[in-house]
T-cell receptor, first 114, second 112 residues
Framework: AQSVTQLDSHVSVSEGTPVLLRCNYS??????LFWYVQHPNKGLQLLLK??????LVKGINGFEAEFKKSETSFHLTKPSAHMSDAAEYFC????????????FGQGTTLQVKP | NAGVTQTPKFRVLKTGQSMTLLCAQD?????MYWYRQDPGMGLRLIHY???????AKGEVPDGYNVSRLKKQNFLLGLESAAPSQTSVYFC???????????FGSGTQLSVL
């Protein structure tokens, strides 16, 4: 069965320092993986997606993620955090290739301190 | 503007009342989904549809019904609301199953 685990429920960084949000997945076939961001009282916005092309995926706002099959991981990184990055981040795996159903991780709240 | 529109944005119900949430998309997407978001649990799939006239159960379908009579609309119904259905509900749509969904801005529902 497919599943996704976000290893940290809360991450706090200082502005200008690197961001690392960790995600491990479980899938019985080659998965499609996504990162979404949700700002307070807003909907979800797609940051980036992996669909079996390049293993290093670049997204919006300077974020990127690396798909590592051997480690079943899809960690999200950014070299330098901005205050506007404070939000909740969801790692998501595609469950079934014929329906587009998604399984969400529990979410990681990113706090950015000035 | 193209996108996914959810109606209403906020609603308060009493236990036992019924209501319908409307999701409308103008992108000609085939696939539509209803999720609920609860603290510490991410989003969980309630029901989904892979085309007009079709619906299927997701991860947490109990207490909800859906209909997709028109391609652009996906309705989520609560026949007899319960406090456990207090949540934020998100609708999403996508053109193709391998494409990530476009999400609406959410409906905050409180059941007292």
């Amino acid at each position: 069965a497919q599943s996704v685990t976000q290893l940290d429920s809360h991450v706090s960084v200082s502005e200008g320092t690197p961001v690392l949000l960790r995600c491990n997945y479980s899938s019985s076939y080659s998965p499609s993986l996504f990162w979404y961001v949700q700002h307070p009282n807003k909907g979800l916005q797609l940051l980036l997606k992996y669909t079996s092309a390049a293993t290093l995926v670049k997204g919006i706002n300077g974020f990127e993620a690396e798909f590592k099959k051997s480690e079943t991981s899809f960690h999200l990184t950014k070299p330098s955090a901005h205050m506007s990055d404070a939000a909740e981040y969801f790692c998501v795996v595609s469950v079934e290739s014929n329906t587009g159903k998604l399984i969400f991780g529990q979410g990681t709240t990113l706090q950015v301190k000035p | 503007n193209a996108g996914v529109t959810q109606t209403p944005k906020f609603r308060v119900l009493k236990t036992g009342q019924s209501m319908t949430l409307l999701c409308a998309q103008d992108m000609n997407h085939e696939y539509m989904y209803w999720y609920r978001q609860d603290p510490g649990m991410g989003l969980r799939l309630i029901h989904y549809s892979v085309g007009e006239g079709t619906t299927a159960k997701g991860e947490v379908p109990d207490g909800y019904n859906v209909s997709r009579l028109k391609k652009q609309n996906f309705l989520l119904g609560l026949e007899s609301a319960a406090p456990s259905q207090t949540s934020v509900y998100f609708c999403a749509s996508s053109y193709w199953r391998d494409r990530p969904g476009i999400f609406g801005s959410g409906t905050q529902l409180s059941v007292l």
